[in-house]
């Protein structure tokens, strides 16, 4: 029996993540790896694949989000776990408040991109320009026709 | 010459983003549209699937990231613009920042969820449970072999 709880211990299930981050390091790949469990059986493992998609939201978290709500057939994760081997970056940490998961368990620390470099708000290089209110009033009567019809 | 300065402006792309968005709408989605620029023309359209793809994740963001990257065969958005109906969320915003797009321009505000709470930190919702450093060791490891390897 003790084999039994060993086996489904948080370092158990961390360990499945790094297996994945090891898939990414032989890809020549950042070694991010990420799985999803769900009552104690694992949904979803992922590792991130930014260079071998060219694509800089293919992060493991991001990955495995998407394959646990296809594995369920349901877009919220609310319920599970996720575990990633590096604390998730600010985008990660957006879709992971979207999928409305119940636990995340990061192992290193991300001390310059992780979710925790929020409350400093650096989040864009300061030569990013950004400006709002480009026929806003449109954008926003197409959402608030949207709702209306929704709510009828 | 007018028509041509005009037809550049932000409100006509904004207006080309919108009809991304309208597509949303017409297919009971949230109604975001999203559109990239570059070198004054547009490289990539998205609009928001997270319902039909069943999928949080499914921005008009990340999918008109993920698509300029895939037309110019290069991760970054360097020198890119993106127009998008509502101010990105955090997720969005976390994405955006690793694309390392050059200007954003967005119509609505979103002030529930929109990237500009980041300075509150209220990220997530407070029964969310969040732990680290397990297996930290083993994970920034893996993490300092990777660079070591790649720095040889």
Chains 1, 2 share one sequence.
């Not at 950042?30 to 949904?43: D, E, F, L, S, T």
């Not at 990955?63 to 296809?70: D, E, K, W």
Request: glycine share 4%.
């Amino acid at each position: 029996m003790s084999n039994f709880l060993t086996s489904f211990s948080h370092d158990f299930f961390m360990q499945e993540a790094l297996k994945e981050a090891q898939k990414s390091f032989d890809a020549g790949e950042i070694p991010v790896g990420a799985i999803v469990v769900h009552n104690q059986k694992i949904i979803a493992r992922a590792h991130n694949m930014t260079e071998k998609l060219n694509d800089v939201t293919a992060h493991a978290e991001l990955i495995a989000i998407t394959s646990a709500a296809n594995t369920l057939n349901f877009k919220y994760l609310t319920g599970c776990k996720l575990y990633v081997t590096l604390e998730p970056c600010v985008m990660c940490a957006g879709a992971l408040a979207w999928s409305q998961i119940s636990e995340i368990y990061y192992g290193a620390n991300d001390l310059q991109r992780g979710f925790s470099i929020l409350t400093h708000s650096n989040l864009f290089p300061k030569k990013i320009k950004i400006e709002n209110d480009i026929l806003a009033q449109e954008c926003e009567e197409l959402l608030k026709k949207f709702f209306k019809k929704l709510r009828r």
